[in-house]
């Protein structure tokens, strides 16, 4: 059974600051995906990431993926208000499957 | 990305009755997935629902509990069956797409179990 860890579980910043939310397994990935979601509504994606030390930019937002294809980091600069939200981590362990296994999440609050 | 959307958005049940959750999809997918995600939690998934063919569970989730149907490629329902408050939960379909190897979801049914 492939397990992803996701790090921290709880966050809470001021605006402004940066942040860093961690996704790792044991196991290689085939792809790697983020998701945020805010309260009443379902994951959004925000990024899906499938090469080894791939670096992939969403505006304030830099997610990264390991060169071993084993972790994945997203950073968010500056952060605001809004970007408050659970951050997920998603992988597929085996390529060409739809099939995802999920971090705990990363619940995020960022305070004005 | 595929446009998904469930009915029902919410509901308020008593326990020992039954709630089908519809979800439907905008395009053909092949593969169909149904997630529980209890208060403050991550994403389970429960079952994987290809359509012409009976759902795939995972382990902890049996089909008498959650019974599927995936008519076509375009809709599937999920039943909660015989509830407790145990079962208090949002309730995510997901739809797959294998070139990007990723999932989309639906905007989730919440179910509260009195």
């Known amino acids: 059974t492939q397990l992803l860890e996701q790090s921290p579980q709880f966050l809470s910043i001021q605006e402004g600051e940066n942040l860093t939310v961690y996704c790792n397994s044991s196991?290689?990935?085939?792809?790697l995906q983020w998701y945020r979601q805010e309260p009443g509504e379902g994951p959004v994606l925000l990024v899906t990431?499938?090469?080894?030390?791939e670096v992939k930019k969403l505006k304030r937002l830099t997610f990264q993926f390991g060169d071993a294809r084993k972790d994945s980091s997203l950073h968010i600069t500056a952060a605001q208000t809004g970007d408050t939200g659970l951050y997920l981590c998603a992988a597929s362990f085996q390529g060409g499957s739809e099939k995802l296994v999920f971090g705990k999440g990363t619940k995020l609050t960022v305070n004005p | 990305s595929a446009v998904i959307s469930q009915k029902p958005s919410r509901d308020i049940c008593q326990r020992g009755t039954s709630l089908t959750i519809q979800c439907q999809v905008d395009?053909?997918?092949?593969?169909m997935f149904w997630y529980r995600q209890q208060p403050g939690q991550s994403l389970t998934l429960i079952a994987t629902?290809?359509?012409?063919?009976?759902?795939?569970?995972e382990s902890g989730f049996v089909i008498d509990k959650f019974p599927i149907s995936r008519p076509n490629l375009t809709f599937s329902t999920l039943t909660v069956s015989n509830m407790s408050p145990e079962d208090s939960s949002i309730y995510l379909c997901s739809v797959g797409d294998q070139d990007a190897g990723t999932q989309y979801f639906g905007p989730g049914t919440r179910l509260l179990v009195l």
């Open positions: 990431v499938v090469t080894g030390g």
């Open positions: 196991s290689v990935f085939s792809s």
């Open positions: 395009s053909q997918v092949t593969m």
């Open positions: 629902a290809n359509q012409g063919s009976e759902a795939t569970y």
